[in-house]
């Protein structure tokens, strides 16, 4: 068909996001490598193909992408060997080492991890019930 919709490269959005990311480009601003985004790429690519031969419907595909960025994001904060250029009115030195201390001290509360398991499940339900209720995508 010739015709085009708003929503029509929605399907491909997350996935690409999760591309990049998963390929070490930090979500928070920095550099990436084109090597990085054809591995990310490639393992999104992966993904999705095991994804369809087991036949997950598109909400919870969505939901996978978003825990797989989630995930890479979190690991290249925790793990990066270089930090993201600061950007203009960035806060001082003190204040990103204290958000950072903040982050690594959540990431190893059990309940942060309940509330985001929590979120994400919620979220994957929404989806679902919009999409059955005709309300979705």
Known sequence: STKA???MGEPYLLPS???VVLGGTSILGGRGTYLGTVAGVI?????QSILSV????????QLIYGAVTALS????ILFARERPPTPPNAPGEEVRALMLDGLKHAL???S????LAVAFIGLGLAS???IHAGLGA
């Open 5 to 7: 919709y708003q929503g």
């Open 17 to 19: 996001i999760a591309a």
């Open 43 to 47: 393992l999104i690519t992966l993904l």
């Open 54 to 61: 087991v036949q997950i419907e598109e909400a919870f595909r």
């Open 73 to 76: 994001s979190v690991l290249f």
């Open 108 to 110: 190893t509360v059990r």
């Open 112 to 115: 942060f991890w309940l509330y």
């Open 128 to 130: 679902i019930w919009l």
